[in-house]
T-cell receptor, first 115, second 111 residues
Framework: DTEVTQTPKHLVMGMTNKKSLKCEQH?????MYWYKQKAKKPPELMFV???????INESVPSRFSPECPNSSLLNLHLHALQPEDSALYLC??????????????FGPGTRLTVT | GQSLEQPSEVTAVEGAIVQINCTYQ??????LSWYQQHDGGAPTFLSY????GLEETGRFSSFLSRSDSYGYLLLQELQMKDSASYFC????????????FGTGTKLQVIP
């Protein structure tokens, strides 16, 4: 199984809402990533978890809060977002953060709209 | 900072060969990867070069010259389904885990 799943596929939320994005993989990968992608732009790295520990935070605003409950799951908790946070949020995983890390497997993404 | 430049758009005819270039400036370098992304879809890994030279995977080949900070993706026998965006990506001095994507090239294959 080489699939990364993400839920929900689409999410519309108000600026005062709290919501969570979920990501799951069953490939035994030990590194998991959150990316943000705006239309016609490349994915931008937000967070990296390696062996369930947060290893990289790309100066992401605190209204985005990642969580890695176990080696297969990755969550992104959203609170008090701004309209400019509307984007496609992609989850990815790789074998590990070292030698196998050059090949990342991406989920289909969550299309987030903040109203 | 890190920067990877690609042509924004390329158009090619079905059955032809097309080359998508990527030039990069990074403080450290651990290899160059290529990803394909169809509209509305997820990026899909295509190839990886850690050393100079050409890597071939079916209709797709990727080349790297570390001395020139340059690489390219070569697509042969183009098919309509190859119409997509293509991104180069590097692992840089932020650590082995940090991946920076290039600006992306939208390839349009025409009949």
């Amino acid at each position: 199984d080489t699939e990364v799943t993400q839920t929900p596929k689409h999410l519309v939320m108000g600026m005062t809402n709290k919501k969570s994005l979920k990501c799951e993989q069953h490939m035994g990968h030990r590194a998991m990533y959150w990316y943000k992608q705006k239309a016609k732009k490349p994915p931008e790295l937000m967070f990296v978890y390696s062996y369930e520990k947060l290893s990289i935070n790309e100066s992401v605003p605190s209204r985005f809060s990642p969580e890695c409950p176990n080696s297969s799951l990755l969550n992104l908790h959203l609170h008090a977002l701004q309209p400019e946070d509307s984007a496609l949020y992609l989850c990815a995983s790789s074998q590990e953060a070292g030698t196998g890390a050059h090949e990342q497997y991406f989920g289909p993404g969550t299309r987030l709209t903040v109203t | 900072g890190q920067s990877l430049e690609q042509p924004s758009e390329v158009t090619a005819v079905e059955g032809a060969i097309v080359q998508i270039n990527c030039t990069y400036q990074t403080s450290g370098f651990y290899g160059l990867s290529w990803y394909q992304q169809h509209d509305g879809g997820a990026p899909t890994f295509l190839s990886y070069n850690a050393l100079d030279g050409l890597e071939e995977t079916g209709r797709f080949s990727s080349f790297l010259s570390r001395s020139d900070s340059y690489g390219y993706l070569l697509l042969q026998e183009l098919q309509m389904k190859d119409s997509a965006s293509y991104f180069c990506a590097v692992r840089d001095d932020g650590g082995y885990q940090k991946v920076t994507f290039g600006t992306g090239t939208k390839l349009q294959v025409i009949p």
